[in-house]
C-alpha cells in the first residue's frame, strides 16, 4: 500500500498489544477526544461522513446503523461480532491478538456514540488464548483509567465484558449472535424488531464487526475526510485480506480499497507457491460465490461494489485459493459439509437442504453421481435461496451455484467417468 | 377499527386491521396457507417456511405469511407460479427424511403435510439418499408417545411447554439436520397440561399414549361440548366413533375461556362415559340384589312409597340432593319436583362449600358471587390476587390463563396462600399466613387500603404489599370460594367481602372465585340450597343424628363414597333411597331404587361456569340402554303426581328458568352460540 | 449431586454477575464444568442449572447444540483437525489420517488408554497456516507428521510426570509446555 496503513500501522512495533506502548502511539487519543471534546452525535457524524461500511461482511454504513438506535431508550448495548467462523477467514482474529487495545478503544468509542454503558464482545469459542489477550488488555485499561468509571473525567462509563462461544458459525449471523449471547441456542431471530430497536435482553443493540470497530480510533482521530482519501468513493478506508490457499506467503494484508486483487496475489502473497497454478478462488469466505482463473477475474478491485457485478462478493475479503490439482467437486464437497455441519436447524429448507447437498455432491465426488444431478443441485439450491430464514442457507448455494457454472466440465465428468479424474485430491499437498 | 389497511390477495381485495399477520388476514377470508409452525396461539416464529407466498415487490424471495403483518397496498399471490414453486420445494425438504407411513400414522386423515402431499403429489422421488432413521416410538412420559421420524420440528410442543405451560420439560436437542425434540437426559415428561402437545402437533409425531392406534381419524366425527369436570368450563370437542363410542375429547378454542387448551384430568377423563359399567336400566332392590325393572314400574314403586310416607310425616320427611355436575336444566326440574310436585323445601346440592353464614355473612356473600369479572378480563389486570386459591388444583387451564396475562400482558401476580402452589414461581409478590388465619390476613390488607396513602406507608407487610400491588387497578382478585384450610369460614366471607370494598373505593376490582364442579354456578343461581340458603346443609340435616328425613333423592350425590360408617347407617335406615346415577355408585348400592341417566355427553342442556358464562351441551352419543336425563327421570316420574311438570325438552325448562331466575332471563336458549353467554354481561345478578 | 469444585462454582458464580441476566452466564459456566471434569455428564449440567437458577432441560438444550460442549467422555487431550477448505488440500487429510493410524483410533474415538480423542472439525480461522489443529482448545498450526510425534510424545511425557493430578492441570500444564515449545 503506498500510504500508511491505518490498522496494521502499529503492528511493527514491539509491544503494541500492551497499554503503554499503545499510549505512546497515539493510542486511547480518540477516546479521550471523544468522551471530554464530543457529544455522543458528533462521533456518529464523523463515522457516518467517513463512510465506514461493516467489515462483518454485507458492508452496511455503520454510521447509519448507530443512528437507527432509538433515543432515550436505554440501556442501550454495543455487541462486537468476534465470531469469525467464516472458512478462510482469520483477519479479525490478528487485530485482537496483535493489538487488542485498538479494538478495545474501538468498543469504548462507538459505545459512547450509542449511549451503551455496558458492551459485549463475542468471541468464537475456539478463541480461548484471544479471550485472555482481551481480558489482560481490559484488566491493564480499567487500572489505568482508560476504560471503566469516569474515564478522562469526563463521567463516562464503560465496561466491556468479553463472551466466548461454544462451537456453531451461525452464532456469526448477528440475531443468533444475541441468541447465544443470552445464554440460549444460536437461533436467528425473527425481524422486524431488528437489533436496533430490540436487540440484547430487548434493548436497542448495535452488533459490528471487530475490523469495522478498531476502524472508528483512527476515524474519531484524524476525521473522516482523512479517512475517505483512502479507498474508492464507495467503499472508503482499508481492508484487510486474508488469503490463504497454495500462496508464498499465505496472511492477512491490509490493502487500500480498491487495489486489484492481482496485487494481493502476486506482490502481497508473493504469488503460487512453486509448481501450483491457480484453478479459482473464492473471494470473501465459504460463503461468497468461487471465481475461475480468469484475467478479468483477477483484476477485480477489492470493493463491495467490484465484486458483485462480476457476481461474487467481497464478504469479509477472505480469499481462498484453490489450485488446478484440486478436484473442485472435492473444494466443494468440504464447503458443503461445512454448511451442512453448521445449519442451525431452524428453518426446514436449510436444515434438510444443505445435508442434501452435501449428500450428492458426495455421491458425485465418490463417482456414483447420476446424469441428473447437476440439475437436481441446482434446483435444490434455488429451493433454500431466498428461501431460508437466515442468510446461511442463501451462502451453502453460492458455490454449488458458481461451481457448476465454471467447471460444469469437471462435474459432467465425474459422472460420466463415475469416478473423480484427479489422481488424488490430497496430491495437493504442499 | 379506523386502522384497517387494504390488501389484494390472489385478486380479492381486503380490508384488514394494520398489523394483522398476513397469514391471519388470508385466513379469516377463507384463502387457505399451508402453515407448520405457526400457531394462532403459540405466534410467529417464521422456522418451517412452508407458508411462503409471493409479495409483489419483494426483494430477496418469498417472504413467510404467518409472521409478515400486512401493509397498505400489499399485493399478495398464494398461488403464483413463485408461490407454488416456493411451496412445493419446502414439502419436498420435509418429505426427504419423512416416513410415508401415513396409512398407519395416528394422524392419517388429519395431517397437512398428507394433504399437501396429496395436492402436489409425492416430491421426493429425487431423493436416493437413506432417510435418517430413529427409534420409533419413544416413550416421552406417562401419558406421550414420540415418533422422532414424523416430526417436522416445528417447535410448537416446545415453545407450548416452554410458553404457555412453563413447565418447559420439551427442548430441542442438537442442531443442524440432527436436531431432535426431547427431554433432558431423557427424563419422563410429566406435566398437566401433556395433552395439548398432541393436539399442537401438525403431524403424528407425538400421540396419546392412551389413543395411539385406537382410531382413525377419518372415521370420526366431532361435537362440540363442555368438558365436565370443572367449574372453568373449558369448551371441547368430543370424537366419536360410529355414532356411539367416544374417543377422546379435543380442545375446541374459545378465546374467553380456554383459549384453546385443556388440563390432562379434562382431556383424558373421558372413559367413564363408554364404560361397559354404566347403568342401563331401572333396578330395584330385592333383599341383597338389584332386579332390572322397566322406567313405569320404578316410578309407580317410587311414587307410592313416596306418598305414603309424605302423608304419614310431612313433606319435611324427604330430602334431595343433586349433583352440581347436573345440567342447569336437570337441576332446574329437581328443584321443581322437590317443591312443586312433592313439596319439600329440603334440597341442596354436592359438592359445595361446607358453609354455615349467618345472614349477615350470606349477604356478603351473594355480593361476592355478583359482578364477577370476566375470565377473559385477567388479560387486562395490572395485579391478579390469589387471596388462598388455587387454581392449578381447582380450575388447572386458569394457570395458563394467568401465565398468559402475566406473560404476554405484564399483569403482576400476587399470592397469598399458606403454602407454595405450583403457581408460586410464576409471583412478583408471595405472601403466606398461618393455616387458618385467611380472614386475619384479608383484614390486615384491608386495614392498610383503609389507613389510606399515609397509613400504608407504614413498614410492616401488608402495607407493603397494598402499595405496591394494589394502589391502582384493574385488580383481578381470585378466591377460593370453599375458603380451604380456614377454621371461620363465615369470618373469612365478611373480610373478604369487607376487602373488596375497600379495593373497589380505589381502584376497578374484579372477583372470580373458584368453584367445586361443573355446574357449581348454576346450582348457586338456581337456588338448589336449603330454604334458609347457605346458613345449613341439608346433608347435615339427612345424615345428621336427630334426622327426621325418611326418604331421599339423591341425584348423582355420591354421599356414601368414602363415608363413614354412621353416614352408611343413616342411609342404610332410610325407608326410601332413590338414586339417580351413572354408575353403581356406593351410594346406588344402598339405594331402593337406581335410576340410569344420562351423562353430560348424551344430552342437551346447559352448564354456568364460575365467571358466570352459560355454555352449551349437545347430545354427542346415545345414553346407554333406557338411561335418561336427569330432567326426564323427574319429569316423567312427576307424572305419578298431582302437579305433574309439563317440560318436554330442555329449551322449555330452559323458558322456565328465565322466567324464574331473573338474571337468566334475557338469554335465549338459542343465542347461546358456541362461546356460551355470559349472564353477567347482560344484566347484573341482583337475585343470587 | 454436586461434581463441580467450589472454585468452579465460584467461578461460575462470577460470570452470572457479570451479564444483566445471570442466564448469560450459561455458555462460560459450562465452560468452566467443562474444563474441570473433560465433558459435561448430567450432573455438571444440573449443577450448572442450579447455580444460574435454570431448569437443567434449558443446560442440556443450550449444551446439546454447540459443538465445542462434549456430551459423552473424551481423552484427556481432545486433539481437532480442521478438515474444511483450504486446510483440507493443504495437508489435513493427511495430518488426520497419521494421527488416526498412529493413535490408532478413528475420527470420533478416543485411545483405549484415554488419553486422546481425535476429531476433525470446521474451520479454525486459522487457514494462512494450514494444516491445524486445537488441543484442548489451543492452537497447533503448520503441522507436519513430525510435529505431531513430537506434541503426542509430550503429552504422554507429561501425563506420566503427572499421574495422579486432577485432569485440569494436566491439561494446562501440557498446553503451555508445548505452546512454549513452538
Ligand atoms: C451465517 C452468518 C454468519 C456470519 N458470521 C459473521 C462473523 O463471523 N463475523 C462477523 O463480523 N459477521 C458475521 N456475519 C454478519 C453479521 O450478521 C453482521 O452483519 C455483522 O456482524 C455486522 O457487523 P458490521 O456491520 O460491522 O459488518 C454473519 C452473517 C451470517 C448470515
Ligand atoms: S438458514 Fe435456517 S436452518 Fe440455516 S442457519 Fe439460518 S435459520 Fe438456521
Ligand atoms: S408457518 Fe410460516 S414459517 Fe412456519
Redesign the pocket.
Known sequence: MSKEPILFKHLAVPDINKLGVYVENGGYEGLRKAVTDMKPEDVTKEVSDSGL????????P?GR?WSFIPKGVLPTYLVV??????PG?FK?RELMERNPHQLLEGVALSAYAIGCRLAFIYV?GEFLYIQEILDAALAEAYAGGYLGKNIFGSGYDIEIVVHRGAGA?????????LDSLEGYRGF?RLRPPFPAVKGLYGQPTV???????ANVPHIVRHGSAWFRSYGTEKSPGTKICSISGPVQKPGNYELEMGTPFRVLLEEKAGGMLPGKTLKAYIPGGA?APMLPNRPEFIDVPITYEDYPAVGSTMG?ASFILIPEDVCIIYAQLRISEFFAH?SCGKCIPCREGTPWLMKTVRRIERGEGREDDLPLLLDICDNILGRSF???G??STSNIVASIKYFYDEYEEHIRRRACPHISATAAVA | MDDLVNITVDGLKMQVPKGTLLWEACQAHGIDIPIFCYHTKLGPVGACRTCLVEVEGMTKGPITACSTPVTDGMVVRTRSPIAQKAQRGILEFLLLNHPLDCPICDRGGECPLQDQTFAYGPGSSRYVEPKRHHVKPIVLGPTIALDRERCVLCWRCVRFTAEIAEDKSIVLLDRGDHTVVGTFQDEPYVSNFSGNVVELCPVGALTARKQRFNFRPWELQNRPSICPHCAFGCNINISVRKNDEVIRFLSRDNPEVDDSWLCDRGRFDFEFINSPQRLTAPLVRDGDAFLEVSWTEAFELISNRLRSILDESGAHALAGIAAARMTNEGLHVFKRFMRDVVGTGLVDHTPRPNLRLTPGQQQAFARLGRNLMPIAGLDDARTILLLGADPSEREPVMELRIRQAVNRHGAQLVIANPEEITLSPKASHAASYETGGLAAFIRSLTSALRRGPQGSNNDDSASALVRTYLAEGPIAVIYDASFPGTLDKGDAVLALDDFVEALRARAAVGTLPLLDAANSMGARDLDILPPDGWSSSVIDALLGPDSQVRAAILAGADLAAGAGEETLRRLNQLDLLVVQELFMTETARLADVVLPAASFAEQIGTFTNSERRVQRLHEAVPAPGVARADWEILVDLSQHFDNALPYAGARQIWDDIRRTVPAYAPVAFDSIGPRGVRIEETQVLESA | MAVLTDDARRRIGEYAALYPAARSALLPALHVAQNELGWLPRDAMEEVAELLGLDWDQVEEVASFYTMYYKDPVGTYVLEVCKTVPCAYLGADDIIDYVSAKLGIQPGETTADGMFTLFRVECLAACHRAPVMQVNHRYYQNLTPERVDALIEAARQLQLQSAGAPGFAIRRTWSESVENAQ
Open positions: 461500511r461493516g467489515r462483518g461482511g454485507a458492508g452496511f455503520t446503523k461480532n468476534a465470531d469469525e467462523s467464516e477467514a479479525d468464537r458459525y451461525i452464532c456469526g449471523e448477528e440475531s443468533a449472535l436467528p452488533i459490528n464487526n471487530v475490523e469495522t470497530l460463503s469479509s453448521e437466515c442468510a446461511l442463501d451462502f
